[in-house]
C-alpha cells in the first residue's frame, strides 16, 4: 500500500502517516480490510460533535469534553459515511479495500462545482491536490439531509485507497485541472475554505 508525504500537520496542515495512526479516530489495518469504515482525520482538539450526533451506530464518541479527538469505535462501525458530510472540517472518508478485485471504494466530501457525473473518469488526488491515479465515479450522494456537502464515491486501484483524498475537476466537467490552492494560476495564497484542516 503507498502512502504520502508530509512535515506534518502544523507544517503544512497535512498530517502525517504516524500522526494520522495515533489519532483515535484512525482504524486499524485489520477494519480497513475488512470492509468499509470510516477514518477520521482530525487531529486538532477543536470544539466540535458534529460526528458524534450524526452517527446511526454511534460509532464515534467525543465525550464529555467537546474538545476531545473523535474516537472510532471499529466494531460498530459500518461505513454508512453519514458522517462524511457532517463533519465541517471536511475530514472523515469512508474506506472499501474490498470494493471489487484489485480496487477499493473511497467516498470523501466534495463542495466544489461542476459535481461530477456517475461512471465518469476523473483524476484522484491526494490531500495536496496533487494527481495520483485515475478513478471512475461510482455514486454521488447529495440529499438535502448532507447540508450542502455531497459525498462522492470512486474507485481506484487498491495501492492507493490510503493515499486519495479527492478528486480535481474543472469548470468544463474534465478531471485535467488541479483543484489544490497551490495549483491555481500560479497563486500561493490559500483561501480558508481551501484549507485541509480549517476548511
Known amino acids: 500500500m503507498k502512502f504520502w508525504t508530509s512535515k506534518g500537520s502544523a507544517a503544512e496542515g497535512i498530517p502525517t502517516p ?14 480497513l480490510q475488512e470492509g468499509p469504515v470510516a477514518i477520521i482525520e482530525c487531529i486538532e482538539k477543536i470544539p466540535c460533535n458534529p460526528c458524534e450526533t450524526a452517527c446511526p451506530a454511534g460509532a464515534i464518541r467525543i465525550g464529555s469534553s467537546i474538545t476531545n479527538l473523535p474516537a472510532l469505535d471499529e466494531d460498530k462501525c459500518t461505513g454508512c459515511g453519514v458522517c462524511i458530510s457532517s463533519c465541517p472540517g471536511l475530514a472523515i472518508f469512508v474506506v472499501n479495500l474490498n470494493y471489487a478485485n484489485g480496487s477499493a471504494l473511497v467516498s470523501f466530501p466534495f463542495e466544489f462545482v461542476p459535481l461530477p457525473k456517475v461512471g465518469e473518469e476523473v483524476a484522484a488526488v491526494d490531500r495536496e491536490g496533487k494527481e495520483v491515479c485515475k478513478g471512475k465515479v461510482i455514486k454521488i450522494l447529495n440529499k438535502r439531509k448532507q447540508n450542502r456537502t455531497p459525498v462522492v464515491s470512486i474507485s481506484i486501484p487498491k495501492k492507493y485507497a490510503l493515499v486519495v483524498r479527492g478528486i480535481s475537476v474543472n469548470k468544463n466537467g474534465s478531471s485535467k485541472q ?13 483561501r480558508v475554505l481551501d484549507h485541509p484542516i480549517l476548511g
Open 178 to 190: 488541479n483543484n489544490s490552492p497551490k495549483g491555481r494560476n500560479n497563486e500561493n495564497k490559500m
Open 18 to 31: 504516524d500522526e494520522l495512526k495515533k489519532s483515535p479516530g484512525y482504524p486499524s489495518l485489520k477494519s
